[in-house]
């Protein structure tokens, strides 16, 4: 789950780095603004994305950036789709990750006891 989590995080910090050029093309945001919120939002990524394996404290990161990112949809409402595609994969991986995890567990544990046999 953690290598999952953390290369949802690395394109997100990639696909948003790339769309600060197009949201100051598209709306009414400084340049400053426009890479000053992008790269707050990469950064977020990134560090979430290497904290992963910390835990919780890189899943609350990984959020944050979640939430950050839907948020500059408020400025350019093409992030709004982006964010929530990036949002939605996060919330899959949060809602099912621990139950592919546990159900890996249980197959290696039964072909661990077979195996033994």
Excluded: H
């Amino acid at each position: 789950m953690n290598r999952i989590a953390a290369t949802i995080l690395s394109v997100e910090a990639f696909v948003v780095i790339l769309a600060v050029p197009v949201a100051i093309n598209i709306s009414d945001v400084s340049t400053g603004t426009a890479w000053l919120a992008g790269i707050g939002v990469a950064l977020l990524c990134i560090a979430g994305a290497g904290m992963v394996r910390r835990g919780r404290p890189g899943y609350v990161v990984g959020s944050a950036a979640q939430v950050a990112a839907l948020a500059t949809g408020i400025v350019v409402p093409a992030m709004l789709v982006l964010g929530g595609i990036f949002a939605l994969m996060w919330f899959v991986l949060l809602r099912i990750g621990p139950e592919v995890e546990r159900a890996k567990a249980e197959r290696e544990a039964a072909a661990g006891d077979s195996g033994d046999a």
